[in-house]
Structure formats: C-alpha cells, structure tokens
C-alpha cells in the first residue's frame, strides 16, 4: 500500500499545482490557460490513476522489484527517474507562467 500511495503524489501534486496557478493567477476567463491548465489536470490523473491502479491490481511495480537487485540497472532507472522530474517540473513551471498574472500591465 505504502507504494501505491508514492506512486499517487506526483500526479496529483500536478494536478494540485495546474488548480492552484490557475486560481491564484485569477486568469481563469483566458482560454488559452484555462485549456493548459486542463490538460495537465487530465494528464496528471491519468498517469497517477495509472500506476496506482496498476500496483492495487498486482501487489507490487513487479518492473521494479527485478531491477532492484542490479545495481548498475537501479542506478539507470534513478537517473532516468530524476530526467523525467526535470522535464516534468519545468513543463509545470510554464504552465504556472502561462497562468499567474503579468507583473507589467498592459496598455490599450
């Protein structure tokens, strides 16, 4: 259970993040941040809902439990791991630009 459960933080810290810019950044009625926001919504529950489910079905990340015992396999897997929380971060810190207010005002 304990693995289900780190399996489901990420996604749904995305998605709480995508709700949060999207509110605090009160940009709501703009649709193009409006869509962005969404859509890493949708992603984030479908990835968390994904591996969470997967784990409930099977007891475990049976891909993980046989790389654990080889190092040189584990190491690449954290690597490849920390890659993807990289990418991931910096896509969420554009969506948080897109949709946090403009510091300058805009003239007419």
Request: aromatic share 14%.
């Amino acid at each position: 259970m304990r693995q289900a459960l780190c399996l489901l933080c990420p996604g749904s810290n995305f998605f709480l993040l995508a709700l949060f810019t999207l509110l605090a950044g009160d940009r709501t009625s703009d649709i193009r941040s409006l869509m962005v926001s969404i859509l890493v919504m949708v992603w984030a529950f479908r990835i968390a809902g994904f591996l969470f489910l997967r784990v409930l079905v099977t007891g475990s990340d049976t891909r993980f439990d046989s790389i654990r015992s080889h190092f040189w396999s584990f190491k690449g897997f954290w690597i490849g791991q920390m890659l993807w929380l990289i990418k991931s971060t910096f896509l969420l810190l554009r969506v948080a630009l897109l949709c946090l207010p403009n510091p300058r005002p805009r003239h007419p």
